[in-house]
T-cell receptor, first 119, second 116 residues
């Protein structure tokens, strides 16, 4: 049971290059997320997928696209990388559980992160 | 507006002492969840503890407990008997239902250093 895996772990790009960050989870979670982490700013949501076949924008979606390939995989694509996209990228997944009170609780589990540098 | 605030950029604590990391939140969703994550220097995000808005008791997980004061909108993390391995960045996060879906918002984090 690997949890959430991300590839690559490190990447250096030149401005204008494109690349895809891969994420996979083996916990059978419905929801998956992409975040970026910048110094002093915590994590900010880029895109998320509440379930297979759906994707929605988060707080900072500009310059990114995503694909929910199947229930396990959620990829993040940079079409034309810019220095402002230098960051650490985290993928996460979560499940939802209905409680006796009728509401749902879900905990996000994170991948190890991808450190991306755009020159 | 949904917001998480961590006002302590850095904290020091002596080994074996207890420490409290502050977190305040704001949301209009009556059914929200609050989380704490640990990020050691290696970079991974580790889930520590969860508190639901309807939970009557404060959450506890081993040496971690969450001091949940709903009226004050605070969800402070208490680490008892600090260990050197607790030195890390700690993030408070909130899950709330807004605009038709669940959103997660993270605070800016508190860096904890445990002193021998």
């Amino acid at each position: 049971n690997a949890g959430v895996t991300q590839t690559p772990k490190f990447q250096v790009l030149k401005t204008g290059q494109s690349m895809t960050l891969q994420c996979a989870q083996d916990m059978n979670h419905n929801s998956m997320y992409w975040y970026r982490q910048d110094p002093g700013m915590g994590l900010r949501l880029i895109y998320y997928s509440a379930s297979e076949g759906t994707t929605d924008k988060g707080e900072v979606p500009n310059g990114y696209n995503v694909s929910r390939l199947n229930k396990r995989e959620f990829s993040l694509r940079l079409e034309s990388a810019a220095p402002s996209q230098t960051s650490v990228y985290f993928c996460a997944s979560s499940e939802q559980i209905s409680s006796a009170f009728g509401w749902s609780t879900d905990t996000q589990y994170f991948g190890p992160g991808t450190r991306l540098t755009v020159l | 507006a949904q917001k998480i605030t961590q006002t302590q950029p850095g904290m020091f604590v002596q080994e074996k002492e207890a420490v409290t990391l502050d977190c305040t939140y704001d949301t209009s969703d009556p059914s929200y969840g609050l989380f704490w994550y640990k990020q050691p220097s290696s970079g991974e995000m580790i889930f520590l503890i969860y508190q639901g808005s309807y939970d009557q008791q404060n959450a506890t997980e081993g040496r971690y407990s969450l001091n949940f004061q709903k009226a004050r909108k605070s969800a402070n993390l208490v680490i008892s008997a600090s260990q050197l391995g607790d030195s890390a960045m700690y993030f408070c996060a909130m899950r709330a239902f807004t605009s038709g879906t669940y959103k997660y918002i993270f605070g800016t984090g508190t860096r904890l250093k445990v002193l021998a």
